[in-house]
């Protein structure tokens, strides 16, 4: 009875901080979405110049073998990857291109360089449903 009843309370806590944390989300202005947005199209940017340099020792760019990120399908990651042998995610297969067919070092995954390539290419495909795991 009393393990029930504090099972009872710890719910109606949990259920009241999680009711309240609506209450206290943050708000934001017309004027902050339009910033954010600017600041995002500016990395996108920053990516798409990335996607048609050379990332590597060779000549060869990212558009070269995916125009305009064709062919990337940044919305079925993470999935399983045949060249990297397991399911990585898209960030872990762009690696995979600058080390390979690019001849390149890879990025670290908080570089803005990454982020910015993933940007690129995850813009190119607005609008396309999630789909985790396809091929």
């Known amino acids: 009875m009393v393990k029930s009843l504090r ?5 109606v806590v949990f259920l009241t901080v999680a009711a309240s944390a609506t209450l206290f989300a943050d708000e934001f202005s ?28 060779n000549t060869v760019s ?13 919305e079925t990651y993470p999935k399983f990857q045949k060249q990297i042998g397991k399911v990585v995610a898209l960030r872990d297969m762009i690696n995979w291109c600058i080390q390979n067919p690019l001849e390149g ?3 670290k995954l908080d ?9 690129y290419i995850t813009w190119e495909r607005k ?7 396809r091929h």
Do not use: R, Y
Request: hydrophobic share 35%.
């Open 30 to 57: 017309k004027k902050d979405v339009e910033k954010w947005n600017k600041e995002f199209m500016t990395v996108v940017n920053q990516g798409e110049k990335l996607f048609h340099s050379a990332l590597g020792t």
């Open 105 to 107: 070092e890879p990025l």
């Open 62 to 74: 990212c558009d070269m073998c995916h125009p305009n990120a064709a062919n990337t399908h940044p």
């Open 7 to 11: 099972n009872l309370i710890a719910l």
């Open 127 to 133: 609008g396309k449903p999630l789909e985790p795991g």
């Open 111 to 119: 570089d803005p360089k990454m982020i910015a390539l993933e940007a």
